[in-house]
């Protein structure tokens, strides 16, 4: 799922109950690791360091921006 289509889905995505990172396998349980996992095709542990604050913040803005209220 690209960027674009996680920010659509954001909602359903944050609610979802089984997000699995395709690289380690690991359950994600914050909203911020299951869209930032929908997005990028892995979690954020199975991140480099380097491309994670540039990731991350792209999430964030998702999350900031989505009608969800509280999360």
Known sequence: ????EVAK???????SQSIY???CGEKQFSPLDKLFTKAYE???DCTPSD?????SENI?????SSDIGEW
Do not use: T
């Open 60 to 64: 964030f803005r998702i999350i900031e």
């Open 42 to 44: 892995k979690c954020i």
């Open 21 to 23: 990172c395709p690289v």
């Open 1 to 4: 799922m690209n960027i674009v």
């Open 51 to 55: 491309d994670l604050e540039g990731m």
């Open 9 to 15: 889905n954001c909602s359903e995505i944050m609610k």
